[in-house]
């Protein structure tokens, strides 16, 4: 089962690299994981770590690319 925590709970978790206000602007984006809930965004913790993980590692293998 996913983990759904709101916009301040999440940016109040230490393991959570973002401010409240760059979750803001990530879901009216719409790249932030998670489900509207009634006047509320949920957000899926375990899918925003795995996609910060993946934008670490993609911008590992970009800067090794450079001469």
Known sequence: ????????????????????HRLRLMIAEGTCPGVPVGNRFMINH????EQVNAQSVANVRTEAARP
């Open 1 to 20: 089962m996913a983990s759904l925590f709101t916009v301040r709970q999440e940016a109040k978790n230490p393991e959570c690299p973002y401010t409240e």
């Open 46 to 49: 375990a899918a925003l770590m």
